[in-house]
């Protein structure tokens, strides 16, 4: 197995995103990092661009990945083998890495070869399914959405800093991607706000750049005050509608199985499990 390593989004895009449109729902977060202007988080130092070949004469790629500290790094799924080659490259590039995420064989095999080489421990945190949904039911509730304006960018990124508070991420990274997620669909026309019936914001969400056919909602909050209305529900079954209205095949969801009055969220709009992903934590 050969590590390749890039700090370019461009020349990940050009290497490995024809891969990793293979299976553009499973990897969608490494395509938008790859290919939304947005899609590269605030963080330290340089972002890193990871993809495995196998030792056959072309050279095929057998796995990818993304990592900017202090986030966890998303990787595809890929052999053991090559997870285990992944750690071994990386661990002299970005030995303060602090976790990995991404399918469950895959992260289990380079999480242990991790915890082999640097000595810390790798504890199993977050386990997750994937999500898929090709049409939805659309739920409504008492009002109606708008489009997010300029005028929305500070009330939203505070709620989107609430959604992120159990990341593990410093207050300050946590500010910083709140606002480049929330700005960045504003001026996309990609978010929405939530008004009750008198007209007062009670929730937002938005959703990804259609990325090989694939959007990803994010950002779906609900303020404290109105979470009995179904508000989370309308929300996320609102841009999930529009993305599939407006060419997307399929958006994505994650869902963190400790959340457990989401699934029936997610499940209500129309998602259905695709695979188990996991995240582990260096420490």
């Given at each position: 197995?050969k590590v390749?390593?890039?700090?370019?989004?461009?020349?990940?895009?050009?290497?490995?995103?024809?891969?990793?449109?293979l299976?553009?729902?499973?990897?969608?977060v490494?395509?938008?990092?790859?290919?939304?202007?947005?899609?590269?988080?605030?963080g330290?130092?340089?972002?890193v661009?990871?993809?495995?070949?196998?030792?056959?004469?072309?050279?095929?790629i057998?796995?990818?990945?993304?990592?900017?500290l202090?986030?966890?790094?998303?990787?595809?799924?890929?052999?053991?083998a090559?997870a285990?080659?992944l750690a071994?490259?990386?661990?002299?590039?970005?030995?303060?890495?602090e976790?990995?995420a991404g399918?469950?064989?895959?992260?289990k095999?380079?999480?242990?070869?991790?915890?082999?080489?640097?000595?810390?421990s790798?504890?199993?945190?977050?386990?997750?399914?994937?999500?898929?949904c090709?049409?939805?039911?659309?739920?409504?509730?008492?009002?109606?959405?708008?489009l997010?304006?300029?005028?929305?960018?500070?009330?939203v990124a505070?709620?989107f800093?609430?959604?992120m508070?159990?990341?593990?991420?410093?207050?300050?990274?946590?500010?910083?991607?709140?606002?480049?997620?929330?700005?960045?669909q504003?001026?996309?026309?990609?978010?929405?706000?939530w008004?009750?019936?008198d007209?007062?914001?009670?929730?937002?969400?938005?959703?990804?750049?259609?990325?090989?056919?694939?959007?990803r909602?994010?950002?779906?909050?609900?303020s404290?005050?109105?979470?009995?209305?179904?508000?989370?529900?309308?929300l996320l079954?609102e841009?999930?509608?529009?993305?599939?209205?407006n060419g997307?095949?399929?958006?994505?969801c994650?869902?963190?199985?400790k959340?457990?009055?989401?699934?029936?969220?997610?499940?209500?709009?129309?998602?259905?499990r695709?695979?188990?992903?996991t995240?582990?934590?260096?420490?």
């Open positions: 197995m390749h390593t890039t700090s370019s989004p461009g020349e990940f895009a050009a290497e490995v995103g024809d891969w990793l449109k299976e553009p729902v499973r990897n969608n490494l395509l938008v990092h790859a290919l939304d202007p947005n899609g590269v988080p605030p330290q130092d340089d972002p661009f990871s993809w495995v070949t196998d030792d056959d004469t072309a050279g095929s057998v796995g990818a990945a993304f990592a900017r202090p986030y966890r790094m998303p990787l595809s799924e890929m052999p053991d090559a285990r080659a071994e490259h990386l661990v002299t590039v970005l030995p303060d890495l976790g990995v399918s469950a064989d895959s992260t095999a380079f999480a242990a070869r991790w915890a082999e080489l640097t000595g810390k790798a504890q199993s945190e977050r386990d997750q399914w994937l999500m898929i090709t049409e939805t039911t659309r739920p409504t509730a008492a009002g109606g959405p708008r997010s304006t300029e005028d929305d960018l500070d009330t505070e709620w800093m609430s959604g508070r159990d990341s593990g991420l410093p207050a300050e990274q946590i500010a910083q991607r709140a606002r480049q997620l929330a700005g960045g504003i001026a996309g026309g990609r978010q929405i706000v008004e009750d019936q007209g007062t914001p009670v929730g937002a969400a938005g959703w990804g750049l259609n990325i090989a056919g694939v959007v909602p994010a950002g779906v909050f609900v404290p005050d109105h979470r009995a209305g179904g508000y989370a529900t309308v079954g841009v999930t509608a529009r993305a599939l209205e997307a095949d399929a958006t994505v994650t869902h963190f199985l959340y457990e009055s989401m699934l029936a969220v997610v499940e209500k709009v129309g998602y259905r695709l695979a188990d992903f995240e582990y934590r260096f420490e």
